[in-house]
């Protein structure tokens, strides 16, 4: 009797449980209005001519605009050259140059010249050296692992001589 009571009980709240689990509205996932190229230059180019901004905001507008998919413009990039300059910051000013024609990638031959030609002038306004002046083209220590990691189109893209075997790492041997 028990059970045949429980087994009507279920199957009327199973059906009431179904029809109110009706849809009630539509959710819109994004509300945000999309940035235009122009709108996202001057966002960082307003950021980096703050007179406030200090070594911290400086890196951290870096690290966001490093996050984004896109090379900066010429003039985001002499903005933050002259951020770095009023805290005095010449490493932070190299740094990012460094991490700008890493992000040029591929066609780093293409784009990096032209990122140099139209920021030198306020390079030099501003003290600071190319990384070409300063030795940082090319890497001093780096001797890549041929098993390792680091794929062999940047041996060629950073002109780092492949090796074909490294005399840091004894193959014979095993560590485990």
């Known amino acids: 009797m028990l059970r045949a009571f429980s087994s009507k009980l279920v199957s009327k709240s199973g059906k009431s449980l179904l029809n109110n689990a009706s849809v009630s509205g539509v959710r819109f996932l994004h509300d945000d209005k999309v940035e235009t190229p122009e ?3 001057w966002r960082f180019i307003n950021f980096f001519d703050n007179p406030e ?7 951290k507008g870096l690290g966001e605009l490093q996050r984004e998919d896109v090379i ?4 985001i990039i002499c903005a ?3 951020a770095c300059r009023r805290v005095n910051d010449l490493a932070l000013a190299i740094r990012c140059m460094e991490s700008i ?16 030609q139209e920021c030198k002038s306020t390079m030099d306004e501003l003290g600071i050296p190319t990384l070409e002046e300063l030795g940082y083209d090319k890497p001093e220590f780096h001797r890549p692992d041929p098993d390792g990691w680091w794929p062999r189109s940047y041996s060629k893209m950073y002109n780092i001589r492949e090796l ?5 790492i004894d193959r014979k041997a095993h560590y485990y």
Not at 53 to 59: A, S, T, V
Not at 101 to 116: A, D, F, H, N
Not at 164 to 168: I, N
């Open 80 to 82: 933050a050259f002259r």
């Open 72 to 75: 900066p413009e010429p003039a």
């Open 164 to 168: 074909t075997e490294s005399p840091l």
């Open 53 to 59: 901004i200090d070594g911290w905001f400086i890196r």
């Open 39 to 41: 709108e996202f230059n």
């Open 101 to 116: 024609r890493v992000k040029c990638g591929p066609k780093r031959s293409e784009i990096w010249p032209y990122l140099m």
